[in-house]
């Protein structure tokens, strides 16, 4: 069976640097993206003729995006986006979130995420399209799933109509190895260092063993040669 296999990024605030590397990524090896995005970023910017830029916002009391959800709302309407779907932070969802955003002309979010369970797309109460993830990185970590379990999620691939893959940028340059390695760095860091982290830092910090970048890379170079086909998110949004 030929699977839609659709890989998201979403960008939780880190620096160009790991931008740029996680998308340089992507475009060598010609597998298209869709970005949820959390502020802007020059990379974003430059790339938005090749990827797909939605918006990620984070509906928290200490949410750096704004004190409120109107002030939210209001700074996510000043990033640069091109497909009308959101996908919130830490999946913060309600009724008036999703009236708010189907205000700002959102047609989809992707705010569902299962525990490797592939489910389609659906039509919520909210009238949106919603677009579950099956294989999001920071839960596959949390849950200390094998990393060497790549021929199950292969095959789980293999089995779908549509599978969806969520990751971070900052999990996937830095290379995590378990979920406590990146807890620790991130406890360990400032906000603002992490928003501006260099290419030496990250050379520094990267893990240089078996971590779950090796195994979305080593995942996506199998999908490839099992010619699933690559989408965005578009596509979906485009059958409504």
């Given at each position: ?57 984070y509906f928290s009391p200490n949410s750096s995006q704004g004190s409120n959800s109107e002030e939210i709302i ?44 592939p489910v389609t797309p659906f039509v919520h109460r909210s009238k949106m399209l919603e677009i579950p993830i ?83 890379k080593q995942l996506l170079m199998r999908a490839q040669e099992n010619g699933h086909k690559f989408e965005q ?8």
């Amino acid at each position: 069976m030929t699977c839609r296999l659709f890989v998201t990024i979403d960008l939780d605030w880190a620096s160009e640097a790991v931008i740029e590397e996680t998308l340089n990524w992507f475009s060598k090896y010609k597998i298209p993206v869709t970005v949820f995005a959390t502020h802007d970023s020059r990379a974003i910017i430059e790339r938005m003729n090749t990827i797909e830029v939605g918006l990620h916002p984070y509906f928290s009391p200490n949410s750096s995006q704004g004190s409120n959800s109107e002030e939210i709302i209001e700074n996510l309407s000043q990033i640069p986006t091109n497909i009308p779907v959101y996908r919130s932070h830490r999946f913060l969802d309600s009724n008036q979130i999703r009236e708010n955003m189907a205000k700002m002309g959102m047609r989809a979010s992707s705010n569902v995420c299962t525990d490797l369970d592939p489910v389609t797309p659906f039509v919520h109460r909210s009238k949106m399209l919603e677009i579950p993830i099956a294989f999001e990185d920071g839960n596959f970590l949390e849950r200390n799933y094998d990393l060497d379990s790549c021929d199950e999620i292969t095959q789980l691939i293999s089995e779908s109509d549509i599978f969806v893959i969520a990751i971070h940028p900052m999990h996937f340059v830095l290379n995590t190895p378990h979920y406590q390695w990146m807890r620790d760095i991130k406890d360990s860091t400032t906000r603002i260092r992490w928003n501006n982290m260099t290419c030496d830092e990250v050379t520094e910090l990267r893990h240089s063993g078996w971590g779950i970048a090796s195994f979305v890379k080593q995942l996506l170079m199998r999908a490839q040669e099992n010619g699933h086909k690559f989408e965005q998110f578009s596509s979906l949004i485009m059958d409504l």
